[in-house]
């Protein structure tokens, strides 16, 4: 069977940074793509290369078969999903619908349950590898539902993203998340202790990230936001302020688990500290001014 | 220059997992190696291979014109090299001594001053990478010390190591040795918060590492520690009572800094009550056991 992909509309909403890129790369591989975002001018560009504005979410539900939302907190998400002019009110019965937002495992999970009840597939896909990742199409995308509403979901996924993994029942992908964001939390705190100890010390950082960097203490973090932080450029590639969010919903989850995090609390209250202190639209490397 | 290793003699004080490989590679490459150890049984397979025991120290100091430390604790590098019968005792002019042992900064400029009265040369080069590291002569090696003492010394690093780096003045090796511990310890405690998490959460932890160990969250920890953690294998490769050690020297270094680390301090608080409840022997990674 041929593959049309113009022959399936598929719906955006939500066109920030990351929802941007990821509707561009969909919109490229010849789908009809509608697009709905809360300021029209964010979607200027993807509308001047073919991308349909819908002027609400109603407009956009009800022409859509596959509808992906990549919006900010979990409030969001549920006002687009449950509002009155929101996606399950309006969308047709066989639409699938996809939140690629990092939110709430709970919230995935009752996503998955109203929208089964109306005929609706649902998957929660959140992804990880920021701005950089979505631009080059090479996200990790952590799903969680239905077989057969992954499967149909596939091609656009691996239009967007590289490594991608189905995590199990509704709300896995956003488990898989929090464990990918928990992971994250204390590492940071222990990067930052790391470089402030070397410069402390007296020595020079850059010379002592090519004696640790490559062994048992070597991540992600410390070889490429602990460069930065020697170099001491802070801007945004993943915001302090979305890594608070994501490490509340973490924590909140957590604690449902009945599971302790004293490690995520520490990062989590040093980073609402560094909030505080006017730094919450710094990349998360910044967390190391507080150990400066 | 044609380089004849048997012309000169090098001593190893101290045969433990560690020791006895980084001095059999010596040995092999040709060296005439002098060894001591508190158990003589520890040195037998080496002296059988054609190492010279020696009865004590100070015999040890006499005869080697290169003698490496590689004990347990502060307390021990402090008695080999500052004892009635250590090495600066008794070792001649023109020796160099290096204490491969991970121990205190201050301690190894201690060493460094008073070899320098005596005419002696003197390094600190702790090391990381392991059993493994030492048994495939890979250890990554940081040192401190003068140029022409590492200079001296180069030829046997490259015999144990593969990643030699001169940090700086004496102290230097020491201190990125604890850079190095200080970015492992609290990363553990997130290593272990996130496994847990996806246990908890009903994920499959190995399907959630597929997602999780190859983008923001990756480290040499979660991929390879965390895995072991997931098959319930808490088999020492990194001995807790040793990390602990570690993270103690760590500890006191950050104070006399003036820097804080409540990462390092949660971690090590983590680590002192697992060594309580009777897992100092286990490798580190039975962290886990904390959040089961």
């Known amino acids: 069977m041929v593959i049309e992909p113009e022959k399936i509309s598929v719906g955006f909403i939500g066109l920030g940074v990351m929802g941007k890129s990821m509707a561009g790369h969909v919109l490229k591989a010849g789908y009809e793509v509608h697009v709905y975002t809360r300021t029209k001018k964010t979607a200027e560009e993807l509308v001047s290369s073919g991308a349909v504005w819908e002027e609400s979410v109603t407009a956009l539900s009800t022409k859509s078969r596959i509808i992906i939302t ?10 687009v999903y449950f509002g009155e002019d929101g996606i399950l009110a309006h969308a047709e019965k066989g639409t699938l619908v996809v939140d690629m937002t990092t939110s709430s495992p709970d919230l995935a999970v009752k996503i998955h349950e109203k929208a089964s009840r109306l005929g609706i597939d649902a998957l929660d896909a959140p992804v990880s590898g920021g701005d950089l990742g979505a631009r080059n199409a090479t996200l990790s995308i952590m799903a969680g539902g239905e077989k057969a509403a992954f499967d149909k979901a596939l091609p656009l996924f691996e239009i967007m993203g590289k490594n991608i ?23 940071m705190v222990a990067v930052c202790e790391s470089i402030a100890y070397a410069k402390k010390a007296g020595l020079d950082p850059e010379t002592v990230l090519k004696s640790i960097g ?7 973090s410390l070889n490429n936001l602990g460069a930065r932080m020697i170099a001491g450029n802070f801007e945004p590639g993943f915001y302090v302020k979305h890594f608070i969010k994501d490490m509340k919903i973490a924590v909140e989850s957590s604690k449902r688990l009945g599971l302790q995090t004293p490690g995520l609390d520490l990062a989590l209250s040093l980073y609402e500290k560094l909030a505080r202190t006017g730094h919450g639209d710094k990349g998360t490397q910044a967390l190391f001014k507080m150990f400066e």
């Open 214 to 220: 490559a062994g048992a203490a070597a991540s992600w």
């Open 70 to 79: 990549m919006v900010g907190y979990p409030s969001d998400v549920e006002a």
């Open 165 to 187: 993994v189905l995590q199990g029942k509704p709300g896995a992908g956003q488990h898989t998340k929090m464990a990918n964001q928990i992971a994250i939390a204390a590492g």
